[in-house]
């Protein structure tokens, strides 16, 4: 883990910024003095009863007037222009009209989108108080749409600033919820693509998928995104068309899990909700008709995926008891039963909180997966750390801990796979002078510490270029891809180091290594095999070693 944060410190800066940004955003709302100056305008209504006396009604309140078409609320306190400019209630349900004496200030309108119950609840009737009346009586007609049943709504005022931050922060639940997911969904998303070998591809990109469309689809079904997009009918179908298409990225999930994927009634679901966003969506440009109409066939085939599916994880796990199987059963079966719920709350009694519910459930199943996924990425992590650790073991000299004669055989055996792999490459082999009179003279502990010596000047001379092997007892050689330099420049690094550690007063032994250079293709592009290329390096070498010996004859 705190590798990973050091890795991905702006990553993780970003996340917490964002997260510190979203709480100090919200704890600033509730905390906010506008909310202190907005007014209830809750008493002093009444409306006239069939023989024309007042009942008086204090809101909220459920009103009960099944014998006239309509419900006409008067306020009794004349309101003058001093107070505050905008009114806010809800009662779109019934084609709410607000009247300052005669003058309209609201009157709902859908826009030739007939929204169901649900929707309707989310309208935010707001009227603007008129400034050129010195006093007025305020008054509000409701249309009798459901037996004569009103249920009214509080009536508040303040000024446009009070009256949108008190909305803000009562839609706080879902706008949380909505925003985590959102960033969520996003980061899982980048995560996945940038390393889709250690997230497991498919299944966590699917997973970032529906955190987006379950994120978006809970955003704009906010009255806070309605009210300030002024219930723009684009950011109804945005809802709409999210909503319907959340169970294809769950599902798609759920397909890639385990051996899932042998299972054909799960891709023919997919294939149903894809048939069923396309009709609906021809119904609708038609006028047959609309979205909200056709809704409890969405919720249907929900209620359908969610039994199907929880059966055949059932039935998998039963089979395999596979952990993540496991896994996605509990989290699934946990959504199910959470979000079924809600569906069936919503047509069976028009739960008004159904939106949170059903986000709560969504978001339940996300957590657990998204555990079970990090808890997958880090044994990933661990697993490719030990391979890293076994790997280095098997092919590092425990002496001087350069590569060893293994891992030389397997990056020549990568290029002969590979034969384009590298365009040019230069191959070093060395070899210590007197390595044996050194070990016969002052114990094999000298010759160590001279071996120690050698690959330390060899990586100080081509380190930085290449990769340095000790192949034998006093055999060493370095590979360098793609050389900038010549063959005699490439040496001369060596000689310099060479030089450098000899003429330490401190170095214990006094060094000498014979060298031969060679470029994998000749100087017309040629390119050589492998066994030439070793040979002209080894050639090379030997040819130094004698001048040498010749030297000091």
Not at 358 to 380: A, K
């Amino acid at each position: 883990m705190k590798r990973f944060i050091s890795k991905h410190k702006v990553e993780c800066l970003l996340t917490c910024l964002t997260a510190a940004a979203i709480i100090l955003f919200f704890h600033g709302l509730t905390a906010s003095p506008c909310v202190n100056q907005l007014e209830t305008l809750n008493d002093g209504w009444y409306y006239l009863d069939a023989g024309g006396a007042r009942v008086p009604v204090t809101l909220p309140q459920t009103v009960r007037v099944p014998d006239a078409d309509s419900l006409t609320l008067y306020q009794e306190t004349p309101i003058s222009r001093a107070i505050p400019t905008m009114l806010s209630t809800r009662g779109a349900k019934y084609d709410l009209s607000i009247y300052a004496d005669d003058e309209l200030l609201y009157q709902y309108c859908d826009c030739g989108v007939a929204r169901n119950d649900a929707a309707l609840a989310n309208v935010i009737c707001l009227a603007e108080l008129p400034d050129h009346l010195e006093s007025f009586t305020l008054s509000m007609n409701l249309r009798n749409t459901g037996g004569g049943v009103y249920h009214l709504s509080q009536v508040q005022i303040g000024s446009w600033e009070t009256i949108i931050v008190y909305i803000l922060r009562d839609n706080i639940p879902a706008l949380l919820l909505a925003m985590l997911m959102l960033v969520l969904g996003a980061l899982l998303l980048v995560a996945a693509l940038a390393g889709r070998s250690v997230t497991a591809g498919p299944s966590t990109i699917y997973l970032a998928i529906f955190l987006l469309v379950c994120g978006l689809w809970s955003l704009t079904d906010s009255p806070v995104t309605q009210l300030v997009c002024r219930f723009d009918l684009r950011v109804l179908s945005i809802n709409l068309y999210a909503f319907m298409l959340l169970p294809i990225p769950i599902s798609c999930y759920i397909l890639n899990v385990g051996d899932m994927k042998r299972r054909g009634s799960i891709r023919a679901y997919i294939v149903l909700c894809l048939v069923n966003v396309i009709a609906q969506s021809l119904l609708a440009e038609s006028g047959a008709r609309n979205f909200f109409q056709m809704l409890p066939l969405t919720h249907g085939l929900m209620l359908l995926g969610i039994c199907q599916q929880n059966g055949l994880l059932l039935l998998e796990y039963r089979k395999t008891r596979d952990r993540e199987i496991g896994t996605t059963l509990a989290a699934y079966s946990t959504m199910g039963l959470v979000s079924g719920t809600a569906i069936i709350l919503y047509h069976a009694a028009r739960f008004a909180g159904y939106q949170i519910l059903f986000l709560v459930g969504m978001l339940l199943f996300v957590m657990v997966l998204l555990g079970n996924t990090v808890s997958r990425i880090l044994r990933v992590l661990r697993d490719r750390a030990e391979v890293a650790v076994y790997r280095r073991l098997a092919e590092e000299d425990k002496l001087t801990m350069l590569q060893n004669r293994r891992a030389f055989d397997l990056f020549v055996q990568s290029l002969e796979q590979k034969p384009e792999a590298e365009q040019n490459a230069a191959l070093i082999f060395m070899d210590v002078n007197d390595l044996k009179e050194l070990n016969d003279h002052k114990g094999h502990a000298a010759g160590d510490g001279l071996l120690i010596a050698v690959a330390r000047c060899i990586e100080r001379a081509y380190g930085s270029l290449g990769y340095c092997y000790r192949i034998g007892g006093d055999e060493f050689c370095v590979i360098i891809p793609d050389p900038k330099e010549s063959e005699g420049k490439i040496l001369s690094r060596l000689r310099a180091e060479e030089k450098r550690y000899n003429q330490d007063e401190k170095a214990a032994q006094h060094i000498s290594i014979a060298a031969g250079c060679s470029y994998l293709r000749a100087p017309d592009g040629t390119k050589k095999t492998i066994s030439q290329w070793k040979a002209e390096a080894d050639r090379e070498m030997y040819l130094d070693k004698m001048h040498k010996k010749t030297e000091n004859d």
